[in-house]
């Protein structure tokens, strides 16, 4: 595979706190994020369109997944409840109390029929999407579960706990079937490989694994990373890996050859969650520095990868050349954002948020004259955005002192009556 330096395209913000969880949806066209401050935003990736915020969780919001056939999203909450939301502007939704602790982790089966949910209860649970019917439980994790993630196939789940271990589980009989024990420290999130063959591990002690499956052992092992790895995401075609860590940067890794390719600088802060869209000329990042960033990925189009080999794996090379991607936001993106709009509540009309921003370019090809453009381009959308929100105070105001005079009239005729 050859590779050009990502871009970042677009630049979301909404969120009041650290932002937990991504997902895209299938079709393309939105983007939806999870937050500690106990919301979901959907981001509409057509330029110039609103986002919405969704309220309906009463503590943060752990994670959040788009159904792969139908318009549904689900996410899970500290507050122990899962909803699911129809992603419009009136974000209709349903809630359903799944456990006995706060949720962490939620996920639709490929088929989009089931979902699984694991918890700080030590608790992974199957349900049906259609009635919110309880199925099956799997109690063999001894601290909280941090994720939890379909096969490729549907047939198998993979999770991750507190407890230092990774376990492997039959859907069918909702039993353990392996358990990876060897960490040093607890994995924060963990994915299965396209080809449904391996899976990569994201772990508190720095580092990224690459395990197969049918041999149980560790195929690959970056520690390119300076702090835990909360998130990891493999490109669909299975030939690249992107972690997401506490020291503030991604690597992109490419599991072929077995090494770190980039390293990406953008975040101010944890970079907390990251996924590729369903075609992976696209992905996006979230941060404890409440951002979300949209990338182009530009990764040249390949026959998707069957399986990984134990031959392949390749120690860390210190030496190699590792390209950095570095976006350095204006100070101006960096403050927070606070949409005028009133929230609402979760069945009630969405909040629209201010459309995102368009990014700078990266700093290596950009210059003093398209800087001044883009800031003044800025200004004047945000100019725009304003003029907007007084035309419509405005126009309010109208109406209401029309109302008032009309009112002032009919006392006038009524007293001149009573005369």
Known sequence: MSYQDPVLERHF?????????????????????????????????????????????????YDVNFSPKNSLMASSSKDKTVRLWIPNVR???????????????????????????????????????HKRKFISSILSHKHWVRCVRWSPDGR???????????????VRTSSTVHTFSDFRAECRQVAFHPSGTCFATASADSSVGVFDIRSRQLLQHYTTHSAAVNAISFHPSGHVLLSASSDKSLRLMDVVEGRPVYTLHSHRDAVTATTFDATGDCFATASADKQVLLWRSLLTAVEPLPCLEETIMQPDREGSALHDVTVALTHDEQLEDTPHAEEQNANDAATPASPPREPRKNKNTSTADSTILQHLKDSMDQLMTQMDTLTQTVILLEQRLSLAEMKISDMAVNIRNSK
């Not at 106990?38 to 509409?44: E, P």
């Not at 982790?105 to 490929?110: E, I, T």
């Open 156 to 170: 198998t789940l993979l999770s991750c706990s507190d407890d230092k271990t990774v376990q492997l589980h039959d």
């Open 91 to 129: 974000g209709e939704s349903s809630e359903f109390k799944a456990h006995q602790g706060g949720v962490r982790s939620v996920q639709f089966s490929p088929d989009g029929d089931q979902l699984v949910t694991g918890a700080d209860d030590k608790v992974i649970k199957l349900w049906t999407v």
């Open 13 to 61: 913000r909404g969120h009041k706190s650290g932002v937990t969880a991504l997902s895209f949806n299938p079709n393309g066209k939105q983007l939806i994020s999870a937050s500690l401050d106990g919301t979901i935003m959907v981001w509409n990736l057509k330029p110039q369109m609103r986002a919405y915020r969704y309220l309906g969780h009463s503590d943060a919001v």
